[in-house]
């Protein structure tokens, strides 16, 4: 079925950069496409951006394009997020989700119409 | 941009069935997705168009109809309390959106 695990709390001054991650474990991390969400406290959710594990290849929401890098290590069955100059309403928890749902309505879409698995979330808290 | 209305909140007693609607433009003509999000854990997605993932049960169904998404929740259980989210992969921009959320009450 498949796991993601990411990394811990994070607490940053504005204009800092944050780096989180998220591992993977029991499924070939590289047969689906790993995406990046944010859920700012209270609120709804705001699609980030998404990587693929086999190629590299990335793409971002208009948002955040300019200060979002994503990557990942195939070695470690690992993708990290890097988010640059963080403002106070980047403040949000941060999760990985693996692009599960590929077909709908005879459609096929590498990068999914949605996700079936997500990391448990990652708080980010930008304060000065 | 395209944008996916939800009601705040809906109540429903046990054993009684819940109607959560998603509304936006054409929504009929896209896959809807749901999550449920129970407090301070991830979310789970528990429907997809109208088919679940193998370990949601049948109480949960999907419709998706003109310019409105209906998650049902039949037989209703204390455990179903959570918030849902709809969402879907908007084309014309190559966004994924998802709605304000609906906080069921089990009362």
């Known amino acids: 079925q498949g796991q993601l695990v990411q990394s811990g709390a994070e607490v940053k001054r504005p204009g800092a950069s944050v780096k989180i991650s998220c591992r993977a474990s029991g499924y070939m991390f590289t047969g689906y496409y790993l995406h990046w969400l944010r859920q700012v406290p209270g609120q709804g959710f705001e699609w980030m951006g998404w990587v693929s594990p086999n190629t590299g290849a990335t793409d971002s929401a208009h948002n955040f394009r300019g200060r979002v890098t994503l990557t990942t290590d195939t070695s470690t069955s690992t993708a990290s997020i890097d988010l640059s100059e963080l403002k106070s309403d980047d403040t949000a928890v941060y999760y990985c989700?693996?692009?599960?749902?590929?077909?709908?309505?005879?459609?096929?879409?590498?990068?999914?119409f949605g996700f079936g698995i997500w990391g448990q979330g990652t708080v980010v808290t930008v304060s000065s | 941009s395209y944008v996916l209305t939800q009601p705040p909140s809906v109540s429903v007693a046990p054993g009684h069935t819940a109607s959560l609607t998603c509304g936006g433009d054409?929504?009929?003509?896209?896959?809807v997705l749901w999550y449920q999000q129970r407090p301070g854990q991830a979310p789970v997605l528990v429907v997809y168009d109208n088919g679940r993932p193998s370990r949601i049960p049948e109480r949960f169904s999907g419709s998706n109809s003109g310019n409105t998404a209906t998650l049902t929740i039949s037989r209703v259980e204390a455990g179903d309390e959570a918030d849902y989210y709809c969402?879907?992969?908007?084309?014309?921009?190559?966004?994924?959106?998802f709605g304000t959320g609906t906080k069921v009450t089990v009362l």
């Open positions: 989700a693996r692009a599960d749902i590929t077909l709908l309505r005879g459609v096929f879409r590498v990068s999914g």
């Open positions: 969402q879907v992969w908007e084309s014309s921009s190559d966004q994924y959106v």
């Open positions: 054409d929504i009929g003509s896209k896959s």
